[in-house]
């Protein structure tokens, strides 16, 4: 392990061998020796070298911690080569594999990544889907938004809440016609996480957007908009919502009255 830590050609040199004829006691450690070399050749700039020496330990017979080490640096060695590999963690049925892809994904940045992960969610079990959807709004892409929109209109309730919940991370005012479509619908679960999104929704012109909705919104989609205008504390929205407290519908004037002890100034009180 010191001699990966001196990590030059040298320590590389006697190190790289060594993974096919050490006693399994120390073979770890051997492993380990050369992960660290493969770093210093990768921060040095040899990125072939690194590969090379990640690949051999990835696949020779060391311990699985090792063996993951080594799978990650391999992926990151290579850049946007590297997704082919991505991929085969990703698909893979061992548990630990698919949570290295899915940390690796983070790491890594490009439309070809995204792409790779949006890829695997139709096929996906629920479980997986889910991690999936958490993983591309974790590496920040607007460009999953699309996908991630469309695991939150169907599939298993669990799935759509978390796709929901990921959205604020990479949608804008663009979204507000699909989260209040979702927070109007019977599902409690799905409509509380569509609200919750919607409540978060990041921009300058999300709260205008939705104050101006209110004056054309009707049925569940009324009273879910009342509700988040509410939670937003939407100033502008006051004069729609007295109007609302007038309204025929008793869930909407009780949702406006509501809405507005978050939002009257004192003079309104």
């Known amino acids: 392990m010191a001699l990966g830590r001196i990590g030059n050609a040298a320590a590389t040199a006697v190190l790289e061998p060594a993974l096919a004829t050490v006693p399994e006691s120390v073979r770890g450690a051997v492993a380990e020796g050369c992960v660290y070399c493969a770093e210093q050749l990768l921060s040095s700039g040899d990125r072939a070298a690194a ?3 990640y690949d051999k330990v990835r696949t020779a017979d060391v311990p699985k911690t090792r063996m993951l080490e080594a799978t ?8 946007a080569d590297g997704i082919p590999l991505l991929v085969e963690q990703l698909e893979s049925a061992d548990k630990a594999l698919f949570g290295l892809g899915l940390f690796t994904a983070r790491e890594l940045s490009g439309a070809d990544v995204t792409a790779a992960l949006v890829a695997q969610l139709p096929n996906a079990a629920p479980e997986r889907q889910a991690a999936l959807v958490q993983t591309l709004a974790d ?3 607007p460009g999953a938004l699309r996908a991630v929109l469309e695991m939150a209109q169907s599939g298993p ?6 796709a929901i919940g990921v ?27 569509a609200k919750e999104a919607l409540q978060t929704l990041p921009g300058e012109t999300i709260d205008a957007e ?6 054309q919104a009707r049925g569940k989609v009324r009273v879910a908009l009342i509700e ?3 939670q937003r504390r939407i ?4 004069p729609a919502l007295l109007t609302a407290a007038d309204d025929t519908d008793m869930q909407v004037r009780a949702a406006a009255l509501t809405a507005l002890g978050e939002t009257v100034t004192a003079e309104e009180l």
């Open 51 to 53: 590969v090379s020496l």
């Open 72 to 79: 990650r640096g391999a992926i990151i060695a290579r850049g």
């Open 139 to 141: 590496r920040g892409d």
């Open 157 to 162: 309730e669990a799935v759509r809440v978390t």
């Open 167 to 193: 959205v604020p991370k990479l949608g804008d005012a663009a979204c507000i016609p699909a989260l209040l479509e979702l927070a109007a619908g019977d599902e409690s679960a799905v409509a509380e996480a």
């Open 210 to 215: 939705l104050a101006g909705r209110l004056a």
């Open 228 to 230: 988040v205008v509410g």
């Open 235 to 238: 100033v502008a929205a006051v």
